[in-house]
């Protein structure tokens, strides 16, 4: 979709790599984890987030969706990082729209 590929086009100038397993679940875990260091994609089910965004929060991670609300179950979207980090990806894709 049009709203991804603006999204990779911003922020793959400012990362080192992109990675994506092709589970959401999967890619939180290793989020929490610490392999990544940001995460977000959107239009996502509820069973495709809700066991990762605890995982990301137990670590002691951010997890909302775009627009900053604690509402990614709902919204299907998710951003999560660490607070620094986590606080650049929201900044860049509320540039992005």
């Known amino acids: 979709n049009a709203r991804e590929i603006r999204q990779l086009a911003h922020i793959t100038p400012s990362v080192a790599g992109i990675r ?3 589970s959401a679940c999967l890619d939180l875990a290793w989020l929490a984890a610490g392999r990544y260091d940001i995460y977000w994609e959107a239009n996502l089910s509820p069973w495709d987030i ?3 965004l605890l995982m990301v929060r137990e670590a002691g991670g951010f997890v909302t ?3 900053g609300a604690d509402k990614s ?4 979207e998710v951003a999560a990082g660490n607070e620094p980090m986590h606080a650049a990806l929201l900044k860049s894709l ?3 729209g």
């Open 50 to 52: 809700a066991p990762g």
């Open 94 to 96: 509320k540039t992005i």
């Open 65 to 67: 969706d775009f627009s």
């Open 73 to 76: 179950i709902q919204t299907g």
């Open 20 to 22: 994506r397993s092709g």
